[in-house]
């Protein structure tokens, strides 16, 4: 199982941006696609962003394309996300996980405890 800790969100203004991280732990790290999911309050947790193993694809959700950034450093064991012109609907706690790069869905099952970002209208 991949061990992570997601960091760096924050309040900030409508079209504003903030850049998420998500440290992994693990040597299996590199071989696994990651993914960026979020929860708005009285929401359903649903798919962001992913990256390959390798970073040499990606794949976003329709309502954050244009957007967000995902990124990864393998010799880092850290996943990025680069949020900008943020909109208040994106107010939301956000995880990183492995995903199923089909489903869209967190391979592993468990969730850490996320970083919460709000955006102020």
């Known amino acids: 199982q991949v061990q992570r800790v997601e960091s760096g969100g924050g309040l900030v203004q409508a079209g504003g941006s903030l850049r998420l991280s998500c440290a992994a732990s693990?040597?299996?790290?590199?071989?696994?696609?990651m993914g960026w999911f979020r929860q708005a309050p009285g929401k359903e947790r649903e798919f962001v962003a992913a990256?390959?193993?390798?970073?040499?694809?990606?794949s976003y959700a329709d309502s954050v394309k244009g957007r967000f950034a995902i990124s990864r450093d393998n010799a880092k064991n850290t996943v990025y996300l680069q949020m900008n012109s943020l909109k208040p609907e994106d107010t939301a706690v956000y995880y990183c996980?492995?995903?199923?790069?089909?489903?869209?869905?967190?391979?592993?099952?468990?969730w850490g405890q996320g970083t919460l970002v709000t955006v102020s209208s």
């Open positions: 990256i390959s193993a390798t970073g040499s694809r990606t």
């Open positions: 693990g040597r299996t790290f590199s071989t696994y696609a």
């Open positions: 996980a492995p995903v199923n790069w089909g489903t869209r869905t967190n391979r592993e099952g468990a």
